[in-house]
């Protein structure tokens, strides 16, 4: 059958290709039910409670935490490709937004709820949009020691902000500078209650954690805690509870907001983009090599689109991956997106009939909760391994980790993303550059700065160029190859450029290498070009420089160019 120039079988797979459910869930393995079941239970012990905590981090009730955990996974169950990424509400999102909107007059926490719901469904229009345009590769321009810089620097301004919830205190600034102030003027007015529960409720994260790694530590904490705040009255000692939890689900629609608004929150929008992406498709792609299977960095872009949408319609917040969620999942052996689907469908339970078991969860116990959620973002460790290996990109996350704490989280993850560009068309404009010999007794060649001892051939200068030669570098190419030709103390009648390790080159490139054949005849100088790949080679015939350097192939490498010359013989390995 074919509609408008369409078969039914072309359509059936474009429809396949954007919702990968259709394609798994059919040819669902029923052995797979148990693990995913068990996964998605344990999942939900684990996401309910930091869901809440990650709410109140972002300014809101803790029912948004639950209203996200269920709109975000439900989409990402049908839009997804990763097998074990659990997605929802996260702690580096919330913290952005929540410092973001600091500094926004908003009359009411009903206003403040539906401009962060408008913000996730801004992040799902830029999502979607870059979906459409293919753009699933810019997650590789942000490197791993600017995202190392950036989770460093938000897991400490994190932790900060949960400290005065940890002493008892209230009315603390959202400048993360102002705030240790704040703390330190104020730790007299300590609640000893609120500090004890607190301190007592981490070290029982960190001991279940370490004895029972297995266990839903977070639960178990949350539900012993709100036993005891009840048994001993402590919220009349000045410990601030929770109270009362709606109960429900949210009304789903769009929410109220004015044109002012958009504008307002889209520079917010775009950087929890790049920061949500990037935590998604890094989790993603982790989990994917871990148990040998493809993911598509695209759909993973729709993914986060419908369901950062879909939390927004749904009154919640700004979502991303979640990396200890997702290690949740993966070590209770979840074989597909159905865990996640059975974690929001045990959170739908939770809304409709559980709300009231938290009226008494504490304050202090959601800051532990925060606390140890991002403790390990604070990877001190990875930071001084970064420096080990590369000087130059230990300062680049240095720079970012500064600008977190600086300028706040927003701005952090856009300067981080800026350096990622900065360093890429650094190392594009200023790359290696230097004459090339040959190693002795062989056919290859190297370079002679790190290998002295690599031969000169005599009469030829051999250069390379190691990055593509395109419009950052050209001018610069022709002025090290230049210079460097002038130094030389002997006789040259034949230059070679050496491309083997420039892929592509442009139409920027190609002028400059016309001009660099005008400037060595008029020295008596015959320039030739070698290993040029088929890119390359493709783009110098259309610009007419194969008539001028001689035949350009496959086979033009620089020992048959020498052996053409007549002046050096090939010497056999």
Request: net charge neutral.
């Amino acid at each position: 059958m074919n509609i408008q120039g369409i078969s039914l079988e072309a359509a059936k797979h474009r429809v396949v290709a954007l919702v990968p459910v259709l394609r798994w869930l059919p040819s669902y393995d029923k052995t797979w039910l148990r693990f995913d079941l068990v996964a998605g239970l344990t999942l939900a012990a684990f996401a309910i409670p930091n869901n809440m905590a990650y709410a109140t981090l972002a300014g809101l009730p803790p029912e948004y935490g639950l209203y996200a955990g269920i709109m975000a996974p439900l989409a990402y169950f049908i839009f997804g490709t990763s097998r074990q990424a659990s997605i929802g509400p996260s702690s580096s999102e919330s913290i952005m937004v929540a410092t973001f909107l600091a500094a926004m007059v908003i009359s009411s926490p009903a206003e403040y709820a539906g401009i962060v719901a408008l913000t996730a469904i801004i992040v799902g229009v830029i999502s979607v949009t870059a979906w459409l345009l293919k753009l699933g590769f810019l997650v590789n321009l942000i490197s791993g020691p600017v995202l190392k810089g950036f989770l460093v620097g938000t897991g400490i301004v994190i932790l900060v902000s949960q400290i005065p919830k940890l002493l008892g205190l209230s009315g603390a600034p959202s400048s993360f500078f102002q705030k240790i102030i704040f703390i330190l003027q104020n730790i007299p007015e300590t609640n000893l209650y609120a500090l004890a529960l607190g301190i007592g409720a981490l070290l029982l994260f960190f001991a279940l954690e370490h004895k029972f790694p297995r266990l839903p530590g977070s639960l178990v904490v949350v539900v012993l805690s709100i036993i005891l705040v009840w048994l001993t009255g402590l919220e009349e000692k000045g410990v601030e509870i929770v109270g009362t939890i709606p109960q429900g689900l949210p009304d789903f629609g769009l929410p109220v907001f004015s044109p002012g608004d958009v504008a307002f929150v889209f520079p917010l929008a775009v950087g929890l983009f790049v920061l949500s992406f990037v935590e998604l498709s890094t989790i993603a792609r982790t989990y994917a090599k871990a148990h040998d299977y493809e993911i598509d960095n695209n759909q993973e872009l729709l993914a986060l689109g419908a369901s950062s949408v879909s939390v927004g319609m749904g009154q919640g917040f700004p979502i991303s991956g979640s990396f200890s969620q997702t290690a949740v999942n993966d070590r209770n052996n979840a074989k597909t997106q159905l865990a996640g689907a059975i974690a929001a469908g045990v959170t739908i339970l939770v809304v409709l009939y559980l709300t009231g078991f938290f009226y008494y969860l504490a304050e202090p116990v959601i800051a532990a909760l925060i606390v140890v959620a991002v403790f390990r973002m604070v990877d001190i460790a990875g930071l001084a391994r970064i420096g080990h290996i590369n000087k130059t990109e230990i300062y680049i996350a240095l720079i970012t980790f500064g600008g977190v704490l600086l300028f706040g989280i927003l701005a952090g993850v856009l300067i981080g993303a800026a350096l990622s560009l900065v360093e890429i068309l650094y190392r594009f404009t200023f790359p290696h550059m230097g004459v090339v010999g040959r190693i002795p007794g062989t056919n290859l060649f190297g370079s002679t700065a790190r290998h002295p001892e690599n031969e000169a051939v005599p009469g030829v200068f051999i250069f390379r160029i190691d990055a593509p030669l395109i419009f950052a570098n050209a001018e610069s190419f022709k002025e090290n190859f230049l210079k460097t030709l002038a130094k030389e103390q002997r006789p040259i009648h034949l230059a070679i450029i050496d491309l083997d390790l420039s892929p592509i080159t442009d139409v920027t490139a190609v002028d400059m290498i016309r001009d660099l054949i005008t400037d060595l005849d008029r020295r008596g100088v015959t320039l030739r070009l070698a290993n040029a790949s088929w890119q390359v080679r493709d783009v110098l015939r259309a610009a007419g420089i194969e008539e001028k350097v001689g035949r350009l192939d496959r086979t033009t490498t620089i020992s048959v160019i020498l052996e053409q010359d007549g002046n050096v013989p090939p010497v056999q390995p």
